[in-house]
């Protein structure tokens, strides 16, 4: 029995291997490793039957280590060292079997036990698989070649025909009435939200969780063996119960949601026959894809989505809303927006009709893009086209945004006005107070005061911001180098132009070229 310790601190490594009493353990070899690459190189040249691993290490952690143990089919009994120990739910899932953990700093006599443990079930593993006969092991291992045929049903474009499912079935003794109609389940894993204090990173775990609460709501026995976990979806293949599944399926999302603090959308599928799984798979994919709606709840195929009419009036009034400062309907009109189930080119659609609508308001009011659009809701106009909440947390930022920008306008005498006009038309010739005075026809003092009593900050001031405002601008074009920039907006001093964009924008002109990146 061959057991390889895997952790990047040297210290503890060693101090297991040197204070356990592997010869009482019943282990006959002890391997360590410092990192998850020297573990798969261990692996790959020696048999190993326990592996110890911590959870978290600098570049692949122990949950990856596993997987790939998985993946590459080695026979392996795995235990996790942590320093969580906020896993309340998921422990329990732990004592019935499905996987070992210890907490850190290392309790050595109960990870002494905790290996004797997991040696002696290995031993009794082995024994009974060399004692068994050849039907005592196809009777075990009977909920796995269930399990396969369904997966293959969905996920074989070939067993769409009943003759050849009729054959598979008959092949593997599984009964597979012809008449019977199923719904198909899927949950995309990558949808799923949880608390943070109550986060489990470990997939599997994760899943098995989901589909034990699945089992004391909705699933019946003979659903059990119908469960095909994938890398992006948890799906279930389910008796079609009509309006009591449907009732069953909220109150599943309810308990996720307030006893578990997971949030995530479950597609339900029309009903179907068995020859009918793989089409009805492909379906339901395609309603993820086109989902930014629903975050949480069920969406049933087949259910009627607005149309292209109403989807257009819905964001016109939203528009509308938006440029006619009408704060209480714009929140209405984004309450029925998320109401409605829109697909993804529907909101695209939608969002492109407020743009137009707002780039016609800002040229009648003649605001520019950089009094409109900070970097923050530029940065939602991109999370927008993602999910309604997102469009609907662009809108508001918007509203606000247009809200002080009217009030500042507001405020203005249109002398003022017309100099910031006049500023931000000339920003990349050489400017100043002379000649903004002889645009307006006064004197450079008179302007220079008026300025200040109005704006509260100087002329050379807001030339300052309108210049690198226009940097920026320049930058995210991508199309001219830094200096060249600098150069452009009138700055003699690259040093000085640096100085200045870090004041006003808190970043360097080359880390804001990189910012998002």
């Known amino acids: 029995m061959n057991v390889l310790i895997v952790d990047d601190e040297v210290y503890v490594v060693r101090t297991i291997k040197k ?36 959870v978290e290490m600098p570049g692949e952690s122990g949950l990856e280590l596993m997987k790939w143990v998985r993946e590459q089919g080695f026979d392996c009994k795995s235990i996790c060292l942590t320093c969580h120990m906020e896993f309340d739910y998921a422990r329990e899932a732990v004592r019935l079997g499905f996987v070992e953990y210890i907490v850190k700093p290392v309790d050595f006599e109960a990870l002494e036990q905790l290996l004797e443990r997991v040696v002696l079930g290995i031993r009794e593993e082995r024994h009974q698989k060399e004692e068994a006969s050849l039907g005592k092991l196809w009777f075990r291992d009977r909920g796995l070649i269930v399990s396969d045929f369904w997966k293959r ?30 719904r198909l389940l ?19 775990l994760f899943q098995y969780i989901l589909c034990n609460i699945a089992g004391d709501i909705f699933l019946k026995e003979e659903d059990q063996n119908r469960i095909v976990n994938s890398q992006e979806y948890l799906w279930m293949i389910v008796a079609d119960d009509g309006e009591e599944l449907r009732e069953r399926l909220f109150e599943y999302i309810d308990v996720l949601r307030n006893v578990a603090g997971v949030r995530l959308v479950i597609y339900a599928g029309m009903p179907c026959y068995g020859d009918e799984l793989y089409g009805a798979r492909k379906r339901l994919q395609q309603l993820d894809r086109e989902n930014v709606s629903v975050t949480c709840g069920v969406i ?14 819905l964001f016109e009034k939203a528009a509308g809303c938006l440029t006619e400062q009408k704060k209480t309907e714009l929140d209405m009109t984004l309450h029925t927006v998320k109401s409605v189930k829109l697909s993804r080119q529907q909101l695209f659609y939608g969002i492109s009709l407020v743009n137009k609508a707002l780039s016609a308001y800002q040229q009648k009011k003649n605001y520019s893009d950089s009094e409109i659009w900070t970097e923050k809701l530029q940065n939602q106009l991109l999370e927008a086209y993602t999910s309604v909440d997102a469009f609907a947390d662009l809108l508001t930022g918007l509203y606000e945004q247009l809200d002080q920008v009217r009030s500042e306008d507001q405020e203005e005498s249109p002398m003022i006005t017309d100099m910031k006009r006049f500023v931000r038309e000339h920003i990349e010739e050489k400017i100043g107070r002379n000649e903004i005075a002889e645009a307006m026809n006064f004197s450079p003092d008179y302007v220079s005061k008026i300025f200040k009593k109005e704006t509260g900050i100087t002329l050379t001031e807001y030339i300052s911001r309108c ?51």
């Open 19 to 54: 204070r356990l009493n592997w010869e009482k353990i019943g282990v006959d070899e002890v391997f360590i490793a410092f990192n998850a690459q020297k573990a798969k190189e261990i692996l790959k040249e020696n048999p190993v039957d326990i592996i110890l691993t911590d």
């Open 467 to 517: 210049r690198i405002e226009r940097a920026k601008e320049l930058i995210d074009e991508g199309r001219e180098s830094i200096g060249m920039i600098a150069e452009r907006l009138g700055y003699s001093s690259f040093s000085y132009f640096s100085e200045m964009f870090k004041r006003q924008t808190g970043y360097l002109p080359s880390s804001y070229r990189h910012r998002t990146e």
């Open 153 to 182: 049903l969905l996920e074989d474009e070939n067993l769409t025909q009943i003759d050849g499912i009729m054959e598979l079935a008959e092949q593997k003794r599984i009964a597979f009435p012809i008449d019977q109609t199923y």
């Open 300 to 313: 049933f195929e087949g259910e009627q989505e607005p149309s292209a009419q109403d989807v257009r009036q």
């Open 186 to 204: 899927g949950i995309p894993v990558g949808r799923i939200s949880q608390k943070a204090e109550k986060q489990i990173e470990d997939s599997t």
